[in-house]
């Protein structure tokens, strides 16, 4: 009988093969994926803050915040903490300055801290958890109020442009549409006379509950678990008792 070559089954299919070396297996056909095969992953997610306005302001998450090598690397020397929950982290290396309500954001705070350091030229990182939410809020903010940037502007105006496209003009729809009008549901029956058809309703009744029952009239009969039913006594069978 030969000899297994390896003693270990492979952990995927379970047969034996040399999955490490490439070996297809001679069974099912498994083999370790060609590098080729596998697609590249579509997002990049960068240990290093995202460069806003250049050598000025930096947004990022406290990922960014908590890697101070990399910040130094970036020319970065103060951080806006916009969570109050997050830590700072490396008071000794930057100079930081943290938002304090944690519902509202305070724009006028963010931005007095964000034009001095402006006026220093120094480089500012501004994060939040995730990097998504808070931070870029205040980012927009100052951009808005200190360089004019309109709120996503031509985007809004793409968009609008779309949406007529797809759904006609604005007036024509709305003058379409009644909002007092409740809306109706068809679930796909045929409309008679021009008039939708009423919705079916399911289990409009309560269902009857087992205990709702009334009891009984027959009595219980005695029975004991595990005894054979009794058999029926004829003229014919002897009482035997027991010596």
């Known amino acids: ?36 095969d596998v697609p590249a992953p579509q997002v990049h997610v960068s240990a290093f803050s ?16 908590s890697r101070s090598e990399l910040l130094k690397t970036q020319g970065i020397s103060r951080v806006l903490n916009t969570v109050p929950m997050c830590q700072n ?23 007095k801290f964000l034009d001095q350091c402006e006026k220093d030229k120094a480089r500012v990182l501004v994060h939040c958890m995730s990097g998504k939410s808070r931070s870029p809020a205040v980012v927009i903010a100052y951009l808005m109020k200190r360089k004019g940037w309109r709120l996503a502007e031509k985007f809004y105006q793409q968009l609008e442009a779309f949406e007529q496209a797809v759904f006609g003009s604005r007036e ?3 003058s379409a549409m009644s909002l007092n009008d409740p809306p109706t549901f068809g679930f796909g029956f045929p409309k008679v006379n021009n008039v939708q058809a009423q919705v079916p309703v399911f289990n409009s009744a309560p269902a009857s509950s087992i205990f709702s029952s009334p009891a009984s009239s027959i009595p219980p009969q ?7 039913p009794p058999k029926p006594t004829t003229g014919d069978d002897i009482t035997m008792e027991g010596s």
Do not use: W
Not at 50 to 65: V, W
Not at 222 to 228: L, Y
């Open 89 to 111: 982290l490396y008071r000794n290396s930057f100079t930081y300055h943290g938002l304090s309500d944690d519902k509202v954001l305070q724009f006028d705070d963010a931005i």
């Open 1 to 36: 009988m030969r000899k297994r070559e390896r003693e270990n089954p492979c952990s995927l299919c379970g047969h034996y093969h040399k999955y490490e070396e490439g070996e297809v297996c001679g069974i099912c056909g498994h083999r370790m994926p060609d590098p080729s």
């Open 50 to 65: 995202s460069e806003i306005l250049p050598e000025f302001l930096f947004l990022g998450s406290y990922d960014n915040a």
């Open 172 to 174: 024509g729809m709305m």
């Open 222 to 228: 005695g029975f004991t678990f595990g005894a054979a």
